[in-house]
T-cell receptor
Framework: GQQVMQIPQYQHVQEGEDFTTYCNSS?????IQWYKQRPGGHPVFLIQ?????EVKKQKRLTFQFGEAKKNSSLHITATQTTDVGTYFC??????????????FGKGTTLSVSS | DTGVSQDPRHKITKRGQNVTFRCDPI?????LYWYRQTLGQGPEFLTY????????KSRLLSDRFSAERPKGSFSTLEIQRTEQGDSAMYLC?????????????FGPGTRLTVL
């Protein structure tokens, strides 16, 4: 079945350093979504990428969707302690042409020390 | 608060008991999803509703699990004869949109502990 893999599983950085997490799918995706989950919290939607080669920015966060729509990355510039959490990518899989189920990676847990 | 709500937030039960969880989606959202998340893993898809119709169920959803969305608004997820392996966070999400831009918004989840 379709799988979404994320690396690294854990990343610790000093505040101010950059951080990148990578996401790879075994199949071509219709779109990819990124979520952030704080410890004890629930996944919170960050962004959705739809087009091949798409790049989107949200302040210090840069999201990329690969040309083949099978991989994606999230890059955080100059991390802050508020960036702590687990970042999930999720690929969409069409069900019955009427909806989508998200196939999540295992996530990358980011810790930041000041 | 107009986000997705779930009730209860925590449930502790003994093995063999039945439990039921409720999800209230964002009011204008016609799609509702249930996911399960265990420690160190991403959410895993369980089932999906378009309005009141249950359109897809994952292989993870054994015969002990049943979900309903009778009026196309709130949904319930029931687990019968709970097992310790059912212990997890059960997440509900809702959405509206096209097939290619189906952003899902998650509720706070119900954490189930089976003793």
């Amino acid at each position: 079945g379709q799988q979404v893999m994320q690396i690294p599983q854990y990343q610790h950085v000093q505040e101010g350093e950059d951080f990148t997490t990578y996401c790879n799918s075994s199949t071509t995706l219709s779109n990819i979504q990124w979520y952030k989950q704080r410890p004890g919290g629930h996944p919170v939607f960050l962004i959705q990428l739809v087009k091949s080669g798409e790049v989107k920015k949200q302040k210090r966060l840069t999201f990329q969707f690969g040309e083949a729509k099978k991989n994606s990355s999230l890059h955080i510039t100059a991390t802050q302690t508020t960036d702590v959490g687990t970042y999930f990518c999720a690929g969409s899989r069409l069900y019955n042409q009427a909806g989508t189920a998200l196939i999540f990676g295992k996530g990358t847990t980011l810790s930041v020390s000041s | 608060d107009t986000g997705v709500s779930q009730d209860p937030r925590h449930k502790i039960t003994k093995r063999g008991q039945n439990v039921t969880f409720r999800c209230d989606p964002i009011s204008e959202h016609n799609r509702l999803y249930w996911y399960r998340q265990t420690l160190g893993q991403g959410p895993e898809f369980l089932t999906y509703f378009q309005n009141e119709a249950q359109l897809e169920k994952s292989r993870l959803l054994s015969d002990r699990f049943s979900a309903e969305r009778p009026k196309g608004s709130f949904s319930t997820l029931e687990i019968q004869r709970t097992e310790q392996g059912d212990s997890a966070m059960y997440l509900c999400a809702s959405s509206t949109g096209t097939l290619l831009t189906d952003t899902q918004y998650f509720g706070p989840g119900t954490r189930l502990t089976v003793l």
